[in-house]
C-alpha cells in the first residue's frame, strides 16, 4: 500500500463513473457541457476529500452503529458549504449546477469512500485516495460533458471551433445524449481496461 | 443502555460541529448573496424606468411592491413576481405601471415552462405588446394582445400576470378599485362580459335577479366542435347551480371552460 498507488487508482483502475459505476445521477445530470462537468467534478472532489479528511480523523470516534448517520451529516455539512459559497462566489456556475449541488449528498461515490476507505485508512492514504477518486470523477464528467458539448453544440468550453456549416445533434444536448455518450465512454473504457489487464 | 448514551453523544457532538461551521460560512456568504440579488434587482429595474433615480421597497398588504422615484417624487410603480398559472407551473412576470395605470415594462422574471415552446414569452417583442396597457383594457390572449402559436397557454400566463399586477398596482397606489366578485352589489339586469377561449372570443350574456345568477346565454364564439359543447353545457348551469364563477372545468374542453368562466366573471365584476 502506497500513497501514489492509492492516488492513481481513482484515475483508471478504479475510476468511480467508468469502472465502478458510482454516482451516476450527477454524471448524466450536470455534463451538458465540458465546464459544467468541471464545476460538478471540483465540487464533488472537494467534498470527497473534506469527508475523507473528516472521517478518517474521527474514524475510532465514530461507533459502528452510528456510523453511516455520522458520515452522512459531515458530507451534507460540507455540500452545504460548497453550495453556499457557490452561490455567493460563483453564481454563473451555481445558476447552471443548480439542483445538482445539493444531490452531492447522495452521490454514493462520496459515500463509498468514507465507508470503504476513510473510515479504515490512515489519514494520507485517506487524502490520496480523495483527491485521486475526485480527479477520476472528474476526468470521466469532462470527458463525457466535453463529448456531448462539440457534438451538441460543436464547441468546447464554450469556445465554438466547428465551420459554419455543421449541425449539432440536439440529441446530445438532451438527456438522451448523456446516456448515449456515456455508454460510449465505457465501451472504451472496458476496451482500455483489456489491453492493460485490469480485471 | 451506557452503549445508546455514547451513540446520541457522539452523533450529537458531530451534528453540533456542523450547525455550527455551517452558521458561520452562512454568516459570510449570505451577505454576498443578498447584495449580488439587490443589484440585479435594481438593475432590472432602472432598465424597466430608465428616468428613475431611487427606487423604495414598499409593503401593502403583505405583498412586496417597488416606487421608483425621481426628484422624490413617485414616477412609476413595479410590482415584481406577479404570477398567472402556465403549463408548468407558476409564469412569474415583473410588471413596470406608470402613474396613469399603464404598463410601461413587463418581463418574465422565472417560469418552468417547455423548454423550445413556452419559453417563446421571454421574447422581449412579444412582451412590448403590453406596453401602454392599463386597467380598461382586457389584456387578453387573442383580444389585445397576440398569441403565439404553440405556446397559448405560456402567453396566456403572461396576460394573466400582468393584468393582475395591473390591478393590484391600480388598488394599492392609484386609487382603483379592483375588479371583484361581488354578486350582492350587482342591479338587476342583463350584462354582457367577455373571455377568451381556445379559438378567440366568447361572448356571453349574464342576467342577474335579486343578486342571483338566473340565466347565462352565450352569445358568441369560435371554439372547436366537439370539444366546445362539453363546455357549453356544464359551465353555465355549474355556474348558476354555485352562483360562482370558480367551478371545475370540463376535461377536454379546458380552454372554453376557462373562457366561459372569464367572461361570467367580467361581466359580473368589471
Request: hydrophobic share 45%; proline share 4%; charged share 20%.
Amino acid at each position: 500500500m502506497s500513497i501514489t498507488k492509492e492516488f492513481s487508482k481513482g484515475i483508471i483502475k478504479e475510476n468511480p463513473v467508468l469502472r465502478l459505476l458510482l454516482g451516476l445521477c450527477p454524471v448524466l445530470g450536470v455534463t451538458t457541457t465540458a465546464m459544467n462537468g468541471l464545476g460538478m467534478g471540483l465540487a464533488s472532489t472537494f467534498v470527497l476529500l473534506c469527508s475523507n479528511i473528516v472521517v478518517s480523523l474521527l474514524r475510532s470516534v465514530i461507533p459502528k452503529k452510528v456510523r453511516i448517520p455520522c458520515f452522512i451529516v459531515v458530507i451534507a455539512t460540507f455540500v452545504t458549504i460548497v453550495d453556499m459559497s457557490m452561490n455567493a462566489f460563483l453564481p454563473d456556475l451555481h445558476a447552471n449546477l443548480g439542483l445538482f449541488i445539493p444531490l452531492i449528498v447522495v452521490n454514493c461515490m462520496i459515500l463509498g469512500r468514507a465507508e470503504a476507505f476513510a473510515s479504515k485508512n490512515s489519514l494520507p492514504y485517506s487524502i490520496s485516495d480523495g483527491i485521486g477518486m475526485g480527479v477520476g470523477f472528474t476526468v470521466a464528467l469532462v470527458l463525457l460533458g466535453g463529448m456531448r458539448e462539440i457534438l451538441g453544440a460543436g464547441a468546447i468550453f464554450d469556445y465554438s471551433f466547428t465551420p459554419e456549416a455543421f449541425e449539432p445533434f440536439a440529441v446530445f444536448a438532451s438527456p438522451a445524449g448523456a446516456f448515449i455518450g456515456l455508454g460510449f465512454l465505457l465501451a472504451g473504457m472496458n476496451l482500455l481496461s483489456k489491453k492493460l489487464k485490469l480485471d | 443502555m451506557g452503549d445508546i448514551i455514547r451513540l446520541s453523544v457522539v452523533l450529537a457532538l458531530i451534528c453540533m460541529v456542523a450547525a455550527g461551521s455551517l452558521a458561520y460560512i452562512e454568516g459570510i456568504t449570505t451577505p454576498v448573496i443578498q447584495q449580488r440579488e439587490a443589484e440585479i434587482l435594481a438593475e432590472r429595474l432602472g432598465q424597466y424606468v430608465p428616468d428613475a433615480d431611487s427606487f423604495e421597497p414598499v409593503d401593502v398588504d403583505g405583498k412586496e411592491f417597488f416606487k421608483a422615484l425621481k426628484g422624490g417624487q413617485e414616477i412609476a410603480y413595479i410590482m415584481p413576481d406577479s404570477r398567472g398559472p402556465g403549463y408548468g407551473g407558476d409564469v412569474r412576470v415583473n410588471v413596470a405601471v406608470d402613474t396613469d395605470g399603464n404598463v410601461i415594462a413587463a418581463e418574465v422574471a422565472g417560469h418552468t415552462e417547455t423548454p423550445g415552446l413556452g419559453d417563446v414569452i421571454e421574447d422581449p417583442d412579444w412582451l412590448a405588446q403590453f406596453e401602454g396597457k392599463g386597467v380598461n383594457d382586457p389584456i387578453a390572449i387573442g383580444t389585445d394582445i397576440d398569441n403565439i402559436s404553440g405556446a397559448t397557454v405560456s402567453c396566456r400566463a403572461v396576460a394573466t400576470a400582468v393584468r393582475n399586477a395591473v390591478e393590484e398596482i391600480g388598488a394599492a397606489f392609484l386609487g382603483i378599485a379592483m375588479a371583484e366578485w361581488d354578486l350582492d352589489a350587482v342591479e338587476d339586469g342583463t350584462y354582457t362580459g367577455t373571455g377568451t377561449g381556445f379559438g378567440g372570443d366568447i361572448v356571453v350574456e349574464v342576467t342577474v335577479s335579486g343578486n342571483q345568477i338566473t340565466d347565462i346565454t352565450i352569445v358568441e364564439h369560435s371554439e372547436s366542435p366537439g370539444f366546445w359543447e362539453n363546455a357549453e353545457d356544464a359551465i353555465p348551469d355549474a355556474i348558476i347551480d354555485a352562483q360562482h364563477y370558480d367551478v371545475d372545468d370540463v376535461s377536454g374542453a379546458t380552454m372554453s371552460s376557462i373562457g366561459i368562466k372569464d367572461a361570467v366573471f367580467d361581466a359580473i365584476a368589471r
